[in-house]
């Protein structure tokens, strides 16, 4: 068994050898296609768990005045109260300053000791009729603990948030998987292509395996082989640089913005390579096994 | 025993290869096909390979209708089957004893059997000392002598020459007629399609002569020799 697949890997070796510039250009398309794939994956993957973090259903999130205290403060009781009150919500909920910033720093990998906290109380507002929402935000505003934030929205509207991750991944989902469809028929053709030209490089020795009653397996499995390695190496490739594109992306982002604006998630770069590894296999093998169905010759 | 019972191969609407051919070839006899190049001799080999399929009529080798085999058992007829092609076909980039064990690789021998076999093959055929030379760096003969080992590596019942004369000298026709000769001595069925009448008529052979796809000729070995 390992003397039969010593062989076939042999030969699989040779071909790769022989066709040269083909193979680096077979991987390199691979590693762009695999590239293109792996890239906007992860993207919709982050977006997805980004999604995740955001609350569910319709809230209205905002700070509030240091003045009106802290939990447990019958200022706070009274401010809950009021916001009850408001036509439209359905809950509220006291989100204390120092479990936000924990939250936060969890979030972001870094040390809460290590910084001043950067946010006030606030209160998430649950709402139970999304068309009462800017009035709602009316009513908040007039609140006189409603503190405004210095930038961005003075009222953080999940809503809204969910809206526009939603239409970025499917903006993602569908330009993404055009891009990754077109990519990868480039690269499936280039294997395709490489594999013919094997078959005509090496028609001799594929006559005599035939002659000699090779089994069509025996004969086959070189050439799948073939593709498959191109693609793996495609995909390993691909993989590296991913994770190289993505680590500089961190550090600079973290050096121009700093640690609390940089990009978040982390790489997982066994995954990635593992998973590039395999797909960018699979396309290597199926492109390789339709260029041998279409072009070897194996007797009827 | 290989039967051809009426068989026609046809390519396209209207080249006729073979035309309702019946032929009959005991275990272990030397049969020699001549006839003019498109009388039908490689389509005769072509199809004992199941290189092709019998447009019409049926082909039986030691009992089995080749057309009935299933396209995934055709390599187990092939192990059964020598051929020495016409152009030789030793690849140009691996020396004679690669050669050999590259065609022992590929039917699924073992390394151990290759190293084992190889050498008794290249001296059997009187090639042994040739052992570390490309193809290229051999005489025509020796070359044809490479091709016949590596035809005969399975153990083959039939042995298939397609015209394993054409660009050798007479006296090294003679040599390999011998080898051919020997080799049907030892019991393997030898099919030699040719046109090279010398070594034909020294052979004294069973003879079958065909011209445009039909048998015109077959002359036993024993009118031969008589």
């Not at chain 1, 040779?14 to 991987?27: D, E, F, H, K, P």
């Amino acid at each position: 068994m390992l003397d039969r697949i010593e062989f076939l890997v042999e030969e699989a070796i040779v071909a790769l050898r022989r066709n040269g510039s083909m193979t680096i250009s077979a991987i390199n398309t691979a590693a762009l296609a695999l590239l293109i794939f792996g890239g906007l994956t992860f993207a919709y993957l982050s977006l997805r768990a980004h999604l995740s973090t955001l609350s569910e259903g319709f809230t209205l999130t905002f700070s509030i005045k240091p003045e009106a205290g802290d939990e447990g403060n019958q200022k706070i009781s009274a401010m809950a109260n009021e916001l009850r009150q408001i036509e439209g919500v359905a809950d509220v909920v006291f989100l204390p300053r120092q479990a936000t910033w924990r939250k936060f720093a969890a979030e972001m990998g870094i040390d809460p000791t290590e910084l001043p906290n950067p946010f006030h109380n606030q209160f998430a507002l649950y709402l139970d009729d999304l068309s009462k929402a800017d009035s709602i935000k009316n009513a908040v505003r007039a609140h006189r603990f409603f503190q405004p934030e210095t930038e961005g929205p003075d009222i953080r509207d999940a809503t809204a948030e969910r809206r526009f991750t939603l239409a970025l991944m499917g903006f993602v989902r569908i330009v993404g998987g055009l891009l990754t469809l077109l990519s990868f028929v480039t690269a499936g053709t280039i294997i395709y292509n490489t594999i013919r030209l094997t078959i005509v490089a090496r028609r001799q020795e594929l006559r005599t395996m035939m002659l000699v009653g090779a089994s069509h397996g025996t004969i086959r499995w070189p050439l799948l082989l073939e593709g498959a390695i191109q693609g793996a190496l495609g995909g390993l490739v691909a993989g590296i640089l991913m994770w190289g594109i993505y680590a500089y992306i961190r550090s600079q982002t973290t050096e121009w913005f700093g640690p609390l604006l940089s990009a978040k998630a982390e790489f997982p770069a066994f995954q990635a390579i593992l998973m590039l590894l395999l797909a960018g296999t699979v396309l290597g093998m199926l492109s390789a096994g339709l260029s041998a169905r279409k072009y070897l010759r194996l007797g009827l | 025993m290989i039967e051809f019972q009426n068989v026609s191969v046809t390519y396209g609407e209207r080249i006729h290869a073979l035309q309702n051919l019946t032929l009959a070839i005991p275990e272990g006899q030397f049969v020699c096909l001549v006839g003019l190049t498109g009388s039908g001799k490689s389509t005769i080999l072509k199809l004992l390979l199941r290189e092709i399929r019998a447009t019409q009529g049926r082909v039986i080798v030691r009992g089995r209708d080749l057309a009935a085999i299933p396209w995934k058992h055709v390599p187990d007829v092939r192990r059964n089957i020598g051929l020495i092609p016409q152009d030789i076909g030793l690849l140009p980039n691996k020396k004679v004893w690669e050669n050999l064990a590259y065609a022992m690789r590929a039917a699924g021998h073992a390394r151990r059997e290759v190293r084992q076999k190889v050498p008794e093959m290249l001296e059997r055929f009187g090639v042994l000392h040739r052992a570390d030379a490309f193809p290229a760096e051999l005489s025509g003969g020796e070359q044809q002598r490479v091709a016949i080992a590596r035809a005969l590596i399975n153990n083959p019942a039939i042995l298939l020459a397609d015209e394993p004369t054409a660009h050798l000298d007479p006296e090294t026709s003679l040599e390999i007629v011998g080898v051919l000769q020997a080799i049907n001595t030892r019991g393997t069925t030898v099919i030699m399609a040719t046109h090279d009448m010398v070594s034909v008529s020294d052979l004294r052979k069973r003879t079958v002569r065909l011209d445009a796809g039909k048998v015109i000729e077959d002359i036993p070995e024993e009118q031969i020799v008589a």
